[in-house]
Nanobody, 125 residues
């Protein structure tokens, strides 16, 4: 069973907005933080945004700062990604991930222990 389930992906026009959601599925766990990554065809999985529950800190890739916002509810292991002014180059499968290790940087896939199956985001111009 996939521990995290993403939703909200789809087709959007360039410059538009989309909100992704991710929630824990079935399994009970306590995370220190959660993040979003994306992977376009033929490219490596890249960091998008993360949130650390203990202090409420958020982290963003430079390419999305000012346009994307991560939020969520730690006790429920639920995280959202609001994407505004989205660009065609950001077409990718978006994955959410959960971190079960304290003091992780949260910007590398290796920092995460649980993953969702991904949701496709396609941006058309």
């Amino acid at each position: 069973q996939v521990p995290l389930v993403e939703s909200g992906g789809g087709l959007v026009q360039a410059g538009g907005s989309l909100r992704l959601s991710c929630a824990a599925s079935g399994r009970t766990f306590s995370s220190y933080g959660m993040g979003w990554f994306r992977q376009a065809p033929g490219k490596e999985r890249e960091f998008v945004a993360a949130i650390r529950w203990s202090v409420g800190s958020t982290y963003y890739a430079d390419s999305v700062k000012g346009r994307f916002t991560i939020s969520g509810e730690g006790p429920r292991n639920t995280v959202y990604l609001q994407m505004n002014l989205i660009k065609p180059v950001e077409t990718a499968v978006y994955y959410c991930a959960g971190n079960l290790q304290a003091y992780s940087i949260l910007e590398c896939p290796a920092d995460y222990d649980l993953w969702g199956q991904g949701t496709q985001v396609t941006v058309v111009s």
